[in-house]
Nanobody, 120 residues
Framework: QVRLLESGGGLVQAGESLRLSCVPSSIIFSIKSMGWYRQLPGKQREAVAIIHRNNSADYSESVKGRFSIFRGDTKNAVNLQMNSLKTEDTGVYFC??????????????WGRGIQVTVSS
């Protein structure tokens, strides 16, 4: 079972930046997309940023212009650069990779989540 290892979370003040990184414990083949989700206090998990196989990216409206998703130097790594952080960005952030298995079925891989706290 592949594990997604997240790092880079922590406590920052509003207006500051953080970079989240995600590296799989082993290579994942046939990746469809990689992304970051978050769960804000009292809310359901939501997509923040997704980078697709063709390198196009989608962002939630709440983070557009502030967050940037990009592939890392390590194979299958994905990073999330978060600038101009706001207190409402506080939550648990999850790395996600969707791939195809040998039968052509989609497989979802999730990280355990990493805390991001933005203080005012």
């Amino acid at each position: 079972q592949v594990r997604l290892l997240e790092s880079g979370g922590g406590l920052v003040q509003a207006g500051e930046s953080l970079r989240l990184s995600c590296v799989p414990s082993s290579i994942i083949f046939s990746i469809k997309s990689m992304g970051w989700y978050r769960q804000l206090p009292g809310k359901q998990r939501e997509a923040v940023a997704i980078i697709h196989r063709n390198n196009s990216a989608d962002y939630s409206e709440s983070v557009k212009g502030r967050f940037s998703i990009f592939r890392g130097d390590t194979k299958n790594a994905v990073n999330l650069q978060m600038n101009s952080l706001k207190t409402e960005d506080t939550g648990v952030y999850f790395c996600h990779i969707r791939s195809w298995n040998q039968l052509g079925h989609e497989v979802d891989h999730w990280g355990r989540g990493i805390q991001v706290t933005v203080s005012s």
